[in-house]
């Protein structure tokens, strides 16, 4: 089972992706990344992450599409997809995941794998984005145009948007106990280059459209390409939900 990735693979997404690191987007997992534990990063990219967490702990980066640095690492990747992991059971000591969840059709299914792979006791680590509490200001109506838009291209794909808002309710159904969850607030792009983002996300999309939905997603790239053109200074904060708990 493979979703669709909405951002896709252009230059534009992997270079923000790349930008992300241990210290700014796994500051709540580093705790549990103990000496000599075996740490899987899922949905890894091309590891920016977690590939420096620590010297003492083993990572592996997991992707349906690794791409390991050019630079040499101890880190491992592997080639892997969420709903069947190439580990035997109870054998890593801690799931870090950041922004996978959104992309999944089936999270109870990636929550059931996951807790197979850790050991007793294990940790998890997520954190994912909530769309509907993100603050975007000034939102105006292209504004509010093109992310429609956008959540339909996300949902089109197998995704959910809005995944962290349910995050939580996700993990406890899957058996894991201790959840602990906090919203934070980031500045992932400015107000300009957000709209720059979502116009270039829609012109793919518009492209990929079918019958059902072209007219809408043709509606939302003018709507982008106006935000792009047009867009005053402003503020951009994406809402995540981090959460840690216990297999």
């Known amino acids: 089972m493979l979703e669709g990735y909405a951002p896709g693979y252009a230059q534009d997404a992997l270079s923000m992706m790349n930008t992300r690191t241990a210290s700014d987007r796994a500051a709540f997992a580093r705790p549990l990344c103990t000496p000599g534990s075996r740490v899987l990063d899922l949905g890894c990219g091309q590891g920016s992450i977690l590939s420096s967490v620590a010297p003492d702990v083993r990572v592996i980066c997991v992707d349906v599409r690794p791409s390991a ?8 990747y592997v080639a892997g997809a969420v709903y069947a992991l190439p580990f035997a059971a109870s054998s890593i000591d801690v799931v ?35 769309w509907s509490r993100a603050k975007i200001r000034p939102r105006t109506a292209n504004v509010d145009a093109a992310l429609r838009g956008y959540y339909l291209v996300r949902r089109r794909a197998g995704g959910d948007p809005f995944a962290g ?3 939580a309710a996700h993990v406890a159904n899957a ?18 280059s957000l709209a720059a983002y979502m116009e270039s996300r829609l012109a793919v999309a518009l492209s990929e459209s079918g019958a ?5 997603v043709t509606s939302a790239a003018r709507s982008a390409w106006s935000w792009a053109r047009t867009a005053a200074v402003g503020d951009f904060q994406q809402c995540w ?3 840690t708990a216990t297999c």
């Open 69 to 76: 640095p050019a630079s040499p690492s101890t880190t491992d």
């Open 96 to 130: 870090f995941a950041h922004s996978l969840f959104e992309h999944l059709s089936d999270p109870h299914a990636a929550l059931a794998e996951i807790r197979r792979i850790l050991r007793p006791g294990g940790r998890l680590a997520l954190a994912a984005p909530d």
């Open 165 to 167: 808002r349910a995050i």
């Open 175 to 192: 058996g894991f106990t201790d959840i602990v969850e906090r919203a934070r607030f980031r500045e992932e792009l400015s107000y300009r």
């Open 212 to 216: 059902n939905d072209r007219d809408q």
């Open 241 to 243: 939900q981090e959460l």
